[in-house]
């Protein structure tokens, strides 16, 4: 094994926490998702509630957590909506054509997503929710201004809650020894 390997390697297993600190993560994680559900559940519709669970996944998991990251995550998630909602409100009002057109402005969005093109907003975020928002179920049920404030709202409560944890954490941190 090379020793770029070997170092990749070892980085990889030193990222891995011990089993009481996955412990505490995923007791911290809990009580996240307990919050969220609670005033969530208080402020938007049941079936749009998802929508911060969806950004507390893409920005854990794609994000990396970056609260740099967060603005461009909430407004590619909201251009995601936004085309997949122009798709229904196109078909309403006119018929077949209306569901051509919207299919070419989604397709112009992914082109644009694809050659890195207004990054801010044609995203993997976008990207994200314009397939989950343009699912027929969803589209059959979601409202999707509630969906889109209740995924803004969503991230902005993981983001701050992240955020607290990791000053929380580095304040209590013991110092390293020098």
Do not use: C
């Amino acid at each position: 094994m090379s020793n770029a390997q070997t170092g990749a390697a070892s980085a990889a297993q030193a990222e891995v926490p011990s089993p009481l600190a996955g412990l505490g993560i995923v007791a911290v994680v809990a009580i996240a998702i307990i919050g969220w559900a609670i005033i969530g559940g208080r402020l938007f519709q049941e079936t749009s509630l998802f929508g911060g669970f969806l950004m507390l996944w893409h920005y854990a998991n794609v994000e990396q957590l970056d609260i740099k990251k967060l603005p461009q995550a909430l407004a590619g998630a909201v251009m995601g909506i936004a085309l997949s909602w122009q798709v229904v409100a196109l078909t309403q009002a006119m018929g077949p054509q209306g569901t051509v057109i919207g299919l070419l402005v989604m397709l112009a969005a992914i082109y644009l997503q694809i050659i890195a093109a207004l990054p801010f907003v044609f995203n993997v975020a976008a990207m994200l929710y314009l397939t989950v928002a343009a699912a027929p179920l969803v589209q059959l049920k979601v409202d999707f201004v509630d969906f889109a404030l209740a995924s803004v709202a969503g991230g902005l409560f993981f983001a701050g809650f992240v955020e607290s944890v990791k000053w929380l954490a580095a304040r209590f941190a013991k110092p390293a020894a020098a």
